[in-house]
């Protein structure tokens, strides 16, 4: 059965950092473009980093220069560095291929930033 497992997420301080995770079962990831979401409470699920299966990356301005998608097609996991968090990145975070062969949605990993 295909499966998306999300992990990393967590309590954290303003300016603080976190590293996302994100594994697939049943599936692979290695040859798809990925990307990483959020959804904040009230607010539409957006796309906030991508890699492409070449490695090339596209970051929406809210997160540019504070995090940095990657991926290790050895292990078929994508990763996101969360670097000088703040309450506005507060969401459940998803990962998914960005392609037209989107998988199921995971349920996803909680990110809380406050103090």
């Known amino acids: 059965q295909v499966r998306l497992v999300e992990s990393g997420g967590g309590l954290v301080q303003p300016g603080g950092s976190l590293r996302l995770s994100c594994a697939a079962f049943g599936t692979t990831l290695r040859i798809y473009d990925m990307g990483w979401y959020r959804q904040a409470p009230g607010k539409q699920r957006e796309l906030v980093a991508r890699i492409s299966s070449v490695r090339s990356t596209y970051y929406a301005d809210s997160v540019k220069g504070r995090f940095t998608i990657s991926r290790d097609n050895a292990f078929d996991t994508v990763y996101l560095q969360m670097n000088s968090l703040n309450p506005e990145d507060t969401a459940v975070y998803y990962c998914?291929?960005?392609?037209?062969?989107?998988?199921?949605w995971g349920q996803g990993t909680q990110v809380t930033v406050s103090s």
């Open positions: 998914n291929r960005d392609s037209i062969s989107l998988l199921p």
